[in-house]
């Protein structure tokens, strides 16, 4: 079955831009019709949208981070990757990447561990 795992720092200073990477193994990142995700936790508080990447290569932002994210991949290395820019500490959160599958049976039916991420100077 599809396995993701998630890299990157687990500290960002302020103003800096965080960056993550998922790695999908077990799949393509191109099959159709699945949507890589990226999602976050903040301590204390409920999942959030960031936004995902389609099979296509199509992009989607939640509207509150549209103006600060970027979501690309790598389809040599299966990868695909969040940047998040002007960082502050209310970013502070785990974050995770998550395959969402549409059609009859819909949903976020495989997820990575999650990383934690401490923006702090």
């Known amino acids: 079955q599809v396995q993701l795992q998630e890299s990157g720092p687990g500290l960002v200073k302020p103003s800096q831009t965080l960056s993550l990477t998922c790695t999908v193994s077990?799949?393509?990142?191109?099959?159709?019709?699945?949507?890589w995700n990226w999602i976050r936790q903040p301590p204390g508080k409920g999942l959030q949208s960031i936004g995902y990447?389609?099979?296509?290569?199509?992009?989607y932002y939640s509207p509150s981070l549209k103006s600060r994210t970027s979501i690309s991949r790598d389809t040599s290395k299966n990868q695909f990757t969040l940047q998040l820019s002007s960082v502050t500490p209310e970013d502070t959160a785990v974050y995770y990447c998550?395959?969402?599958?549409?059609?009859?049976?819909?949903?976020?039916?495989?997820w990575g561990q999650g990383t934690q991420v401490t923006v702090s100077s």
């Open positions: 990447i389609s099979y296509s290569g199509s992009t």
């Open positions: 998550a395959r969402e599958v549409r059609g009859v049976v819909a949903g976020l039916d495989s």
């Open positions: 077990g799949g393509s990142i191109t099959t159709n019709y699945y949507y």
